[in-house]
């Protein structure tokens, strides 16, 4: 931290994701300016997301302006911009609309994007989930593939309407679920000339099995809740080729059908440009104390981070790893502490969540395993605890219960009747 | 209704807002067929959608699936397309994805368009306000133009940042005083190289008082409510140029100013193929019962019906006109009376309402006319009151005290970046 005493050193924040905004927030009383850059005006509660393409909340209900939530912290300001590149040399992020921004400590928490193993033509017909925008996206074809069978039902013979999600983490297992229980009991009865068993959900994992993060009985059960709600779960199986027409599963050519990703992820290429060693993901390989190798002033947390456990294993892309990650490194840079006196950032992990539907998820905490009614009010209750604002927690909770009571979700809408994606859409 | 007995006639709608929807209901229980044409998926609360594009409230707050709506009619099917033409020598409907729709009778309630007075090349400068779609890229600009002074300051000379309102309607006139309210209290505080008095809302008016449709004495009680808000009021005033880079208004040119179009509507371009007389909106000239001259069948509803009071000028654009007039449709339908038979529509006034800002609205009941807090909590009833379902009206209801407790609304997001609105945006 190149500071003499009497200006305070400039930190810069890119990302005000989970780690970027813990990070600033660890700031808050610290002698520094903190300016925190992203590409977006809000923090995204990016657990929630997936309810947001399936319709079943607003993105006003998982997204808050950032500069409301800091703006009782008067050491920090805002900045809605895109970051281009960092410049290591001169110590200056570019950003693209305005004079390059000078830093003595970066913290980068810029996440990471959807990842096609090579097969980047194949993001325009299957689509992953990672901004407010991709699930608007997301959410508009869903129910325009809904619109198009239905209109097909009428003036021809009708087709099976089929999704096929590629990829059982958590993501897919959650995007699978809520889609078979948004189609079974707020679509369908929408559409007369609709039949449930019409509709085929598909979620296809190239592993061994679904949730590969939990334990073997906990996916199983995963599996079981799934295919009870109508999903047909393909293990071991491979997508071969993403066209607009259809999808090949395995050696299956499945048209026409809607496809979405949420196989892998890759780092934001803001990391390619550092100059330092990556893993396979594009993720910067930090040290212990997450500064990348040789400067102690630049560090790299959340998604964009390879950073080992105890196990050598890279620490998963969740929200506590960041938010752990974005508290450390703040205090690290409270306390001034040179690279010799940190002690190693180490990962506090509380257990893990995945939920399936209504009164279905699997829990992991630590020795403790258990499944169905339980896991999911506890995935509630810290789903709720964790969402940023007050408002936004009662928001979610009301819109549950009313779903949870009703089966009708308002946040089924189109907003410029589809004629962005009609034609690009999967199901012409 | 060219039809025998056996077959039930069929009834085709086109437009699910308040005046398509009021006559899909109104035929819940008639031996007949209806087909509910809509471009969108969801029939919008339109007189909260100012609400949407000052961020107070979200889309879907204020909109609800169209096909969740008629659910529990057994006789109405929603089709989501765009009706292209009506072809009245064969009596079909053209649509834009799928076969011509056939009827036995129409009713059209297509709705309204900006109209900006021959100069179609303002619309991509001068948003108006009729969709969702509409609404959010309002939004968009509006945080954006906040960004956008925000960079400025920081890097430039401080600029004032302009808002101009053309248009001294309602919705101009609401759109000002949420405009107002929204930057003073949420926005300002989150932008600390801004101040509010930097912050300039004009609402342009080329008549001589706003609120026409209003008493003098409510007009100027709306005007010094505005006033002191710090709207500044242009009465006699023409916009006389649009330009992406600002607006001349009267002889200056103000630059740079985002500006909002809220002066003037003209009918669907749909009632242009019909070859009945219009207005010089484009508003057909309805005869007694809102059928066309000529064809007692086909009926046209709503904005874009050109349909007389008692005082020979023609009935406003209001939801209340609408949702009348589709109800009385449904009634000739279902009794099946012939021409003679039909008394006359007849507009049952039951007054007008305009809000300006937070315990500030206008109201005339008849005779009755009063202004302030209690305008405001009657305002804020009848719209709960009339939005179509119990969940937006809770929502929105909790929405409203949030906001009113914190001034903070949550729906100030920008989703994607801004990308796509940057360079177009009014404020470069």
């Known amino acids: 931290m190149a500071s003499n005493s009497s200006v305070p050193p400039h930190i810069v924040i890119v990302g005000g994701g989970f780690g970027g905004l813990a990070a600033a927030q660890g ?54 911009d895109k ?79 089929t999704f096929v999600i590629v990829g059982g983490g958590p993501t897919g297992v959650e995007l699978a679920g809520a889609l078979a229980e948004i189609g079974r009991n707020a679509m369908v009865p929408d559409f007369p000339a609709l039949r449930w068993d019409e509709v085929r959900i598909l979620l296809v994992e190239g592993g061994e099995r679904i949730l590969p993060g939990f334990s073997p009985a906990l996916s199983s059960q995963a599996t079981i809740a799934l295919q009870r709600m109508g999903v047909t779960v393909l293990l071991k199986t491979q997508v071969r080729e993403v066209r607009d027409s259809g999808v ?36 910067v390989r930090v040290q212990a104390d997450l500064s990348i ?54 990962y506090a992990d509380r257990g893990q969540l995945a939920t399936i539907g209504r009164a279905k998820a699997v829990a992991e905490l630590g020795p403790l395993r258990f499944s169905g009614l339980p896991a999911w009010l506890l995935w509630c209750v810290v789903h709720v605890f964790f969402l940023i604002s007050l408002r936004n927690r009662f928001r979610v909770m009301s819109e549950w219960i009313w779903y949870y009571l009703t089966f009708k979700p308002g946040a089924r809408l189109i907003y410029d009747g589809g004629e962005r994606h009609s034609r690009s859409g999967g199901q012409p």
Chains 1, 2 share one sequence.
């Open 248 to 283: 090949m599963v395995g050696d299956r050519f499945i048209e026409p059908a809607s496809v979405i990703w949420a196989a892998g992820n890759r780092a934001s290429p803001l990391t390619q440009g550092l100059g330092c060693p990556l893993d396979s993901s594009g993720r």
């Open 293 to 346: 190798p040789g400067d102690p002033w630049i560090f790299v947390i959340g998604d964009a981070a390879h950073c080992t456990g105890k196990d050598e294993r890279p620490l998963p892309g969740l929200a506590p790893v960041a938010m752990q990650q974005g508290r450390y490194v703040a205090e690290v840079i409270r306390n001034r502490q040179a690279p010799g006196q940190r002690a190693p950032f180490v």
């Open 27 to 80: 700031l808050a009383h610290a002698p520094v300016e903190v300016l925190l850059i992203d590409r977006t005006n809000h923090h995204l509660f990016q657990p929630l997301l997936y309810q947001v393409a399936t319709a079943a909340l607003s993105p006003g209900d998982i997204a808050w302006p950032l500069r409301t939530a800091v703006r009782g912290q008067q050491n920090v300001r805002v900045v809605m």
């Open 83 to 161: 970051v281009e590149a960092v410049d290591r040399a001169t110590r200056r992020v570019i950003v693209t609309n305005g004079p390059a921004i000078p830093f003595d400590t970066l913290i980068l928490a810029p996440g990471s994007r959807p990842a096609y193993f090579g097969h980047d033509e194949w993001a325009a017909h299957a689509p992953g989930l990672k901004t407010l925008s991709d699930a608007l996206t997301l959410r508009e074809r869903l129910l325009l593939a809904f619109e198009n069978a239905d209109r097909r039902a009428r003036f021809a013979a009708a087709q099976p309407l």
